[in-house]
Structure formats: C-alpha cells, structure tokens
C-alpha cells in the first residue's frame, strides 16, 4: 500500500474548525484515501473516506486534492471529544482489507 | 447493534500461563480481525479471518493461535507469551474482506490491556 505523510501534533480551539493534512504522493489511481480515529482508551473508528470528490457527513469532511496527491480531513467546529489520533489510511480498490495505519496526527483540543 | 465486544477488558499473565481473548460482533460481518497497539504506536494488523477461514496471518509468532469458531466470535489464544507482548490487543470486524467501493468500514472494539509478567 502507497505510504502516508501525518504531522505528529496538532493543537486547535473548542469551537473552531480543525484542518488535518495528509500527503500521500504515491497514490495510485485505485487507491482510496480513508481516515480513522481513535479516541483515548478506545479502539479506532472509521471516519470519512472518498476517491477523488470531496465528501462530506455527519463527523467530518474530506478535501481531496486535484492531482490526489494530498488531502485534508475538515472538522467543521472542534469539541474536546474530538480530541484524539486521526490516522490517514491508502486502500486500493482492488486490494484486501488490510488496514495499514501509519503514525497519524495527534489532535489537542484546547478548551 | 454496531458494536464489537471483546473480553477481558484487562489480562496480566504469566509467561507459562494459557489464556484466550474474546472478541465478538452481531452485526453480519464476514470478516474479523486481530490488531496488537503496543503505546504510542499505531495498532498493527496480527491475522484476518474471512468466512471463518484464516485468510491472512502477518508472520504472527505461533505463541498467538486465532480461532473463528463461528461467523460471531474470534478468539486469540495465548501460550508462553513473552514480556515484550505486553500490548493492547484490538478485534475488528466488517462487512467483508473486499477494500473497494463503499467504506467496508472496520468496527473496532475497545481492546484487551494484556500484561505478561
């Protein structure tokens, strides 16, 4: 699986919107571009994910880029329960279901 | 009901000591997977089961034995772990084991705190 670039931290406001960054140069034209959460002392949850339009629901939306190359998860009003690890995941169309996380993005909620 | 259970929520082992961890799930799913998160690390893929038959197995030392005795239930059985093993292990399900097309969202449970001694 093509390989993802996360910050290790990120620190936003209650009340304000976050912006997630996420490269991934190596994708392929299959690859879907998934993210994943994992909230302290729980297991991870599926987020939001999306091929080449930007998506939207109910947790979060998606930017993708034009090119693919990079793509950015969109938490429209930050809560301290959105406090956690955002996990930018590459899972091909064709591929098994072998979930590859790599380091992902630590997000601070400052009240 | 969207939820994965798994027990014990914790384990502390000796390093001679047999134990087995519980996962299960009653949402339909077909596929069924082990995670290990060592702290601060993100969790890494252990085995996936398919249909109930081991479908992949991530060089997985022979200590850690999965079982999928039915489409609900998964079970890792643990013998002669080592200290090093200490991790919290995290089961997953979804609706198959095919990546494409609609999410195939991963339903993760909250994990097994698992100490060796």
């Known amino acids: 699986d093509a390989k993802t670039t996360q910050p290790n931290s990120m620190e936003s406001n209650e009340e304000e919107p976050v912006h997630l960054p996420c490269n991934h140069s190596?994708?392929?034209?299959?690859?879907?571009i998934h993210w994943y959460r994992q909230l302290p002392s729980q297991g991870p949850e599926y987020v939001i994910h999306?091929?080449?339009s930007n998506v939207n629901n109910r947790m979060a939306s998606l930017a993708i880029a034009e090119d693919r190359k990079s793509s950015t998860l969109i938490l429209h009003r930050a809560t301290l329960r959105d406090a956690a690890v955002y996990y930018c995941i590459l899972r091909s169309h064709f591929g098994n279901e072998k979930l590859t996380f790599g380091t992902g993005t630590r997000l601070t909620i400052i009240p | 009901d969207t939820e994965v259970t798994q027990t014990p929520k914790h384990l502390v082992m000796g390093m001679t000591n047999k134990k087995s961890l519980k996962c299960e799930q009653h949402?339909?799913?077909?596929?069924m997977y082990w995670y290990k998160q060592k702290a601060k690390k993100p969790p890494e893929l252990m085995f996936v089961?398919?249909?109930?038959?081991?479908?992949i197995n991530e060089s997985v030392p022979s200590r850690f034995s999965p079982e999928c005795p039915n489409s609900s239930l998964l079970n890792l059985h643990l013998h002669a772990l080592q200290p090093e093993d200490s991790a919290l292990y995290l089961c997953?399900?979804?609706?198959?084991?095919?990546?494409?097309?609609?999410?195939?969202?991963?339903?993760f449970g909250p994990g097994t705190r698992l100490t060796v001694l």
């Open positions: 190596t994708i392929s034209g299959t690859d879907y």
């Open positions: 997953a399900s979804s609706p198959s084991i095919l990546a494409g097309g609609p999410a195939n969202e991963q339903f």
């Open positions: 999306g091929l080449t």
């Open positions: 949402m339909g799913h077909r596929a």
């Open positions: 089961y398919s249909y109930e038959k081991l479908s």
